[in-house]
């Protein structure tokens, strides 16, 4: 308790934290709000999965890009730039009518997704010491996955108010909040790109990341598939109030089984309880098809939240080890861009399934990825086996910053 209270009472880290809570609320609000915004509208649970899908491709293809700007030019303009830019579409969708008009709007404001997550992980080693570097990145961690357990209920009470367009309006200025403060903050000013090592092979030439690229495709169609199957099944059963509850379930145990991993980060390697954790995460998916929007659905999803928050930190460990170097940040944008494209392309086509034939399907689908992805991991394990020893002090420190960069 020393360590965080050490880091807590720096006025660099009070800053970091303070600054970029707000955003993060905004992104756990921002998929129920475009959904139930455009649900509302179009009385289509397609069309809603449509604008979801679309927005989260959008901010997906330009992850990587994004990565790399930042690698290159720093930290300072691109929050600058993309924060207002993101927060005055927010608006602009919100008060958008029409399925053509929203979709598309939802498909324009993904492109503007502001990188406030890539932004904060670096700025941590600027503003603590080397030895409470991980102190920091485990409270920061925290802090971003405990913000997903209130925000999905933060919009979906709104959403489903006498007033829903409250839920966006809350979004938008929450962004704006961040914008006025984290680009101002000293760390920004003085992070400097990490230097790229001549001689690396180019992300995309490395086998490792090829095959978790691989990987990412079908655990990104799957989990895009359960993001919308959830709101969609509680929606069709007249519960739409359940589905921020469900999702906030998921994140709750996800922060649970996030701490359980980093007891046991130091005494296993990450590829080895990649490989178990991966197992345990699909036997907890297999009876998510036959749950329904109630008790039954909140034990299942908890018990995949479990198992796929040791999985966060076993998998960034994995990439830290066989990513090259120079590559702190464009290596989790790229990932992001294949992973995350392909949960805009199983969001969309979730919304259709649900709507047209069942939602159930949906939450099959998502156990089917994740066999799919067990079994390529256990397939090619030799492709990543540079991960498989126990990390050192520095390479575990990596990691965990990782972990704050998974998501925008």
Known sequence: MHSYWSVLRLRGAQA??????PARIAYSMVGLGIYFKVQHD??????AGLAVGLNGLAGAVTAGLRGSIMDKWGLQWPIR??????ASLILLFNHGHGGTQLVTLAFILGFSAPPVNLSVRPMWKIVVSADLIRTAYAIDTSVMNIVGVFGPVIATTLALSSHPERALQLTAGLMLITGATLSFVPAAKAWIPEKKVKGELP?????????????????????????????????????PHRAGTILATLAATTVVGGLFAGLISRKTSPLKAFRIGYFFWFIASIPLAFTYPDWSMMLVVGAIGLANGGQQVFYWEITEAVRPRGTAVAALG????????????????????ADHYSP???LAATTIAVAIGLFIITVGKNLLAAADKI??????????????????
Request: aromatic share 12%; with cysteine; proline share 3%.
């Open 16 to 21: 970091l934290l303070l600054s970029a809570f």
């Open 42 to 47: 179009t009385h289509s649970i397609s069309t």
């Open 81 to 86: 730039i993309f924060i207002p830019t993101y």
């Open 203 to 239: 992300i995309w030439k490395v086998a490792g990341i090829r095959l978790l690229m691989l990987e990412g495709v079908f655990i990104g169609l799957g989990m895009g598939a359960f993001f919308i199957g959830i709101p969609a099944f509680a929606t069709q059963e007249n519960l």
């Open 334 to 353: 790229w990932l992001w861009t294949v992973e995350g494209t392909c949960a805009a392309l199983g969001e969309t086509l979730g919304g259709y399934v």
């Open 360 to 362: 159930r399907w949906c």
């Open 391 to 408: 990390p050192t002090k520095e390479e575990d420190t990596e990691a965990l910053g990782d972990v704050l960069s998974s998501e925008n």
